[in-house]
């Protein structure tokens, strides 16, 4: 079928003459952008996160080398950046690899961004045990450090998903996943009496004779309290030695075992007469990778011989199959090792992170010395339902020691500090199991666990998925005789299904005497409703448990009498007297139905389509699910917990030869049975963008949906590369539950190139070395291989991309005028144009395949003209954020007019060197964190000087500008440096004047403030006269910054910048300010020195800094300059100040002379200059003095030009 254009010229044009263009407004103060982020993800593909005042992002995606055409799909929620190559999803969705590997916001959080880190950690596991890579026997994986700059290609085939479609996805060298090797820190945020470990101490149990390995930051092997418990120690990190430079590790130790010493005992471990082993498994940051951790834990279980291990650290949650808990699992098996782990410091439910997800390790949360839960402990259950954590124990203010030299916690004295977190209730846990292993010496790791979460002392409005068996009790654990199962986690079941889950509990009586108990179960939906009589019934209601002898007592759920929700509860144990007791906890989940749900693809041509993404987001992110389609003859089938999903779909296609993306979505799909869905591109419409004037697009397009139902807000866009030139979406009925929002933005620019056959238009593009055509032209075609050639253009077939590069040299050395490129059959023509490099040797347009066999037909008849107009300075821009709230209408149509449109009438100041910028225009939807685009070219080419007519989307998305006054030369590279403006939305009908790089440019304070005795301070380096803001070093400039910070005469310190904290004293004093700058290169002519000082007094109080400022007013032309034949009125304002001198210099500095001003008020003042016939450049020094003393000088080279 034909597609429709999506741009399309309409009725009257949007004139910068409708509307007059007002005054400028003084600038508000910049939002100063943070340095970038560069985040390689493992495909080679560079992100680069920049962060904005008021928690706005800007994320640009570099795909890597031979990856130019792979569409980038994006996930935003709860701040987080999720950008997913569309290759790699059929890798994610067969669980082949890690979704943290492209876990943006994660990275760099974890340190593993390119500023950071040059090599991507990753774990391999393999398929075969017998691999002979393996390192991580626990885990069957290897490590391996990939550098960032030769990233190894693990997977198959080589192909993208993009170009063709690949068989089943599959990993290469016998792989079977690809972790991350993420970060793992430590879990941080009246204890040791309050868990009656004393009691024990009494009867003789303080865990002589146990081994505990402690897994954190090492050991501060000095400290009294530890120094004669360790007895080995190992480092896995790159720190230099196993000291603890951090703290944590020690602090832990000796809440585990330590002796109190250096307290004269008062501050003595839960199991003072345990020995130690220390792994440095965590650096001096509080961090360390995940194979670090692995190989700790093996040494730990399987070479140090410890009954123990204590780990206070932990990642993120997970259902208990990653690495860290595989190997838990497996180590506590082979070893019989009780791993104690903390639980985390999330603190909401479904956030015990890993390795404390494993079903072996005994997880541990906190509590106060209330017994009361901490708010930062992390709820349950996994994420698989099953029950964590299993215990919890004293985790808030503990005092422990302090490692020489750290400040971790509040330090109460050289020796000691008090910590919180679940990092210092699993200590606490680790030696009440040491003692049990002493009390109990052929006990293994099950047995452990059992007694101390069984005989726990449970807590009134805690439930189990918060608590497991309650807070420990180390004097029940060892006095008491009888122990019961830990827990039973029944798992989760569907409405319908007819099983009756249970389990088998065991009760060990490790006593002289036999013990007669009475079972009583409970079982309570979380949600406070209690289920039906008899929800849970056990295979006897008493039991006697012979001395010496275990008994047991099956537990059996009906389903029938419970209620949709998370159930729990205990089976509770009791003798007649209650002087003995122990509980199991018990966990299951009751769920509607899961439905499996089959997706096909048909394209617009009513044939079977092939489909890279399919989507579905649930009432929680445990019920997502991602697919694909990679056949046209296949579909993907997926299932899925009953209720409603969030579903979208994106296809590729091409329509005339150009690719056309199609969006499906649903925002309500409700899942009830079995179903089939039909993923139709035919049903969508196109996105049509009007304008008043021809356009092409000039960068990528992007599109977003935005959803807000339940406890979800869900950010999905899709970034494309630059060849995707249309856009269908599917109607959609407005959404009974939340909101929805779809919209899709535009950067479109007047053509390069436009051309006509006769009086048919055709569409054509300039190769990326093309020279610039100036004009009409008008030239007579010829067919490739003609005899003459000479002052035509001549129509090249291209077979294959780019097999035409060759043949033009030729075609030049015989005259020819231009050259004209039929692209090759389905293949994109589109290519950005770039004004440095290698130029080709005459200038070359393309053509589709299709719309270029006219060309072909009349270039051998040899009777036709191709009249070619170029216009290479783009005279115009539209900025389109095209929105859809609510809904997708059954028409998307977004018509650029005075209603929903401002103009910006802007000029780009030319500052010497080439002739070419680049710019680059930010947008965020109110919804929007992350504006993000796709680095190909996409920083727009800007002609200086250049006026262009801008006109940008009205109402309530936020814009912001960045402009670069010189051309980066490798195109690959991000827009750095240049001047940047502040946030902003447009009204519409609003006209705006904005002028770049205009003179005077200058250091200029954007903010300065007093908070206690701290002076904040910003002073950009490059501020012009719009109050456009930049920095020195960030453009490829060779800049020179010295700044210089007195008080009361006397240095203070040095830096390279004004851009931070100094320090104050509490009484008034004087200070002053200094910053040199120069800037050295051809692409800089004005403004390439400055001098700026500012003195003030301040003292005690916090408030605004008087820093004095002058702002200029230069009536330059876009080259910089004013002419020299007619009198100059020049413009300055000096706020707050109450005097103001200026002179000017025609030497660059070395003589000066004073200029008459003429007070306006307010701070304002002109100047009339004459120059003279020989004046190229005038430089201005000014000074500025208030009324307390406050002082501004500043002195500016060659501030503006003269011709």
């Known amino acids: 079928m034909r597609w429709i254009t999506r741009f399309a010229a309409v009725g009257a044009g949007l004139a910068m003459t409708a509307v007059p263009v007002p005054a400028r407004a003084a600038a508000p103060e910049p939002a100063v952008p943070s340095d970038p982020h560069h985040v390689t993800l493992i495909t080679g593909d560079v992100v680069t996160v920049r962060d904005f005042p008021g928690g706005r992002h800007a994320a640009t995606v570099r795909p890597g080398k031979g990856r130019e055409d792979v569409r980038f799909f994006t996930k935003e929620e709860n701040g987080d950046l999720v950008v997913t190559p569309a290759d790699m999803v059929p890798y994610l969705s067969r669980g082949l690899m890690d979704e943290r590997l492209f876990a943006v916001t994660d990275l760099i959080e974890q340190g593993y961004d390119d500023e950071s880190s040059d090599v991507l950690p990753l774990i391999l596991s393999y398929k075969d045990s017998g691999a002979r890579a393996v390192t991580l026997h626990s885990v069957n994986a290897r490590t391996l450090r990939a550098d960032k700059d030769a990233l190894p290609v ?394 010496g002898a275990t008994a047991t007592v099956q537990a059996t759920v009906d389903l029938a009498r419970l209620t949709h929700g998370r159930h729990a509860g205990y089976v509770t144990a009791t003798t007649a007297d209650g002087s003995v007791a122990a509980h199991t906890t018990l966990a299951l989940t009751r769920r509607g139905r899961t439905h499996k749900v089959h997706f096909t693809g048909v394209g617009r041509d009513g044939h079977p389509a092939r489909v890279p993404l399919i989507a579905l987001y649930g009432a929680s992110s445990r019920d997502d699910a991602y697919g694909f389609i990679n056949h046209e003859d296949e579909g993907w089938t997926v299932e899925v917990p009953e209720g409603t999903y969030h579903m979208q779909s994106i296809m590729g296609e091409t329509s005339e030869e150009l690719p056309v993306d199609t969006l499906v979505v649903k925002p309500e799909l409700p899942v009830t049975a079995d179903m089939e869905v039909v993923l139709d591109a035919r049903t969508a419409v196109p996105v049509e963008i009007k304008t008043s004037q021809p356009v092409m697009q000039e960068g990528i397009s992007t599109y977003f949906t935005h959803r807000t139902y339940g406890s979800r807000t869900i950010t999905l866009g899709s970034m494309n590369f630059p060849s995707v030139e249309g856009l269908a979406v599917t109607p959609t009925a407005p959404v009974a539950d939340g909101t929805f929002e779809f919209a899709s933005r535009w950067q479109l620019a007047a053509p390069r190139a436009t051309a006509r056959l006769g009086r048919d238009a055709l569409v054509v593009r300039p190769t990326i070395r093309s020279p610039e055509i100036a004009g009409r032209k008008r030239w007579p075609l010829a067919e490739f291989g003609a005899e003459d050639v000479r002052g035509k253009a001549v129509v090249i077939a291209s077979e294959v991309f780019g097999d035409w590069t060759a043949k033009l040299k030729g075609l030049a050395e015989a005259g020819a005028a231009a ?295 230069v009536p330059a032309d876009l080259e910089g300059t004013v002419r020299r034949t007619l009198p100059v009125t020049l413009g300055f304002t000096a706020r707050d100040a109450r005097r103001l001198t200026v002179e000017m210099s025609y030497d660059d500095g070395t003589s000066w002379r004073q200029l008459g001003l003429i007070p306006l008020g307010q701070g304002r003042y002109r100047a009339i200059v004459s120059h003279r016939a020989t004046d190229t450049g005038v430089s201005l020094r000014v000074t500025a003095t208030g009324a307390r003393g406050e002082r501004f000088e500043q002195t500016i080279t060659r501030a503006y030009g003269v011709r």
């Open 154 to 547: 693990l997977w198959g085939p080589e192909q993208s998903a993009e170009r063709s479609a690949p068989g089943e996805p599959r990993l290469r060298d016998g792989l079977a996943r690809i972790w991350l090797d993420g970060k793992v820190t430590a879990s941080l945020e009246h204890s040791v009496p309050q868990v009656g470990a004393p009691q024990a101490w009494q009867d003789g149990y303080d865990g002589t004779g146990v081994k505990v390995a402690v897994l954190d930051t090492g050991i501060d092997q000095s400290h009294p309290d530890v120094a004669d418990k360790i007895t080995e120690v190992r480092n896995f990190t790159d720190d230099p030695s196993a000291k603890d430079e951090h703290g944590h590790g020690t602090h832990v130790a000796a809440t585990v075992a330590g002796t109190g010493a250096a307290s004269d005992g008062l501050r003595k471990g839960v199991a003072p007469g345990a020995e130690l082993v220390i792994g440095k498994v965590l650096d001096a940051t509080g961090s360390g990778s995940e194979s670090q951790v692995l190989a700790g834990m093996e040494w730990a279980a399987q070479e140090s011989g410890a009954d123990v291990v204590n780990m206070s650290l932990g990642g993120g949650p997970t259902d208990g199959t990653d690495p860290l808990s595989t190997a838990v699992d497996v180590l506590t098996e082979r070893t019989g090792s009780l791993f104690v782990i903390a639980a985390g410091n999330e603190g909401d439910e479904y956030t015990v992170g890993s390795p404390g997800a494993a079903g072996s390790a005994l997880t541990v949360g906190a509590v106060d010395a209330n017994d009361a839960l901490a708010p930062f402990s992390s709820r349950g259950p996994r994420l698989d339902e099953a029950i964590k954590p299993d215990i919890t124990a004293p985790g808030v203010n503990i005092t422990a020691a302090r490692a020489a030299g750290t400040g971790l916690g509040t330090p109460l004295d050289d020796r000691y500090t008090r910590l919180s977190g679940t990092s210092m209730a699993t200590p606490h846990v680790a030696g009440a199991a040491a003692i049990l292993a002493q009390r109990h010496p052929g006990w293994k790791a099950g047995q452990l666990k059992d007694a101390l979460v069984s005989t726990a002392r449970t807590i009134s409005g805690q439930t189990p998925y918060e608590q497991g068996g309650g807070r420990l009790d180390v004097a029940r654990a060892e006095r008491q005789a009888l122990t019961a199962t830990a827990s039973l986690s029944l798992g989760v079941h569907e409405d319908g299904a007819t099983d009756s889950p249970g389990g088998t509990i065991t009760y060990t009586n490790t006593g002289q005497t036999p013990v007669s108990l009475t079972l009583a179960p409970s079982l309570t939906n979380l949600d406070g409703t209690a289920p039906g009589e008899g929800a849970v019934s056990l295979s006897a209601t008493t039991l006697t448990v012979d001395a």
């Open 819 to 1113: 050259a004209i490129v039929v692209g090759p059959d389905g293949r994109a023509m589109w290519q950005p144009w770039s004004p440095v490099g290698t130029r080709d040797p005459l200038p070359t347009l393309m053509i589709t395949h299709d719309r270029g066999q006219a060309l072909l037909e009349r270039a051998g008849a040899g009777d036709a003209v191709l009249e070619v107009t170029g216009a290479f300075a783009t005279p115009y821009l539209y900025e389109v954020m095209q929105v859809s709230p609510g809904r997708v209408p059954e028409r998307v149509v977004h018509e650029v007019s005075w209603r929903n449109t401002a103009l910006v009438d802007t000029g780009y100041h030319e500052s010497g060197g080439g002739s070419y910028g680049k710019d680059q225009r930010f947008g965020w939807r109110p919804w929007q964190e992350y504006d993000l685009d796709l680095q190909m070219e996409t920083q727009r080419v800007v002609r200086t000087p250049l006026h262009r007519a801008e006109y940008i989307s009205a109402g309530d998305t936020q814009w912001q500008h960045v402009v670069q006054h010189m051309h980066t030369w490798e195109s690959m590279n991000r827009l750095r440096g240049g001047l940047t403006d502040v946030p902003r939305a447009y009204r519409a009908g609003e006209v705006v004047k904005e002028r770049w790089f205009a003179p005077v440019v200058r250091p200029a304070a954007t903010s300065a403030t007093r908070t206690g005795d701290v002076l904040s301070i910003h002073v950009p380096e490059f501020v012009d006269a719009d109050g456009h803001q930049g920095y020195a070093g960030g453009s490829g400039d060779k800049d020179t910054t010295k700044a210089r910070f007195h008080r009361d005469g006397q240095l203070v310190e040095e830096r390279a910048n004004l851009r931070g904290d100094f320090p104050a004293v509490p009484e008034d004093a004087e200070y002053r300010l200094e910053l040199s700058t120069t800037r050295t290169s051809e692409e800089w002519r004005y403004a390439t020195a400055t001098e700026t000082s500012w003195t003030f007094r301040s003292g005690a109080g916090d408030g605004p800094l008087p820093l004095l400022g002058v702002d200029y007013d």
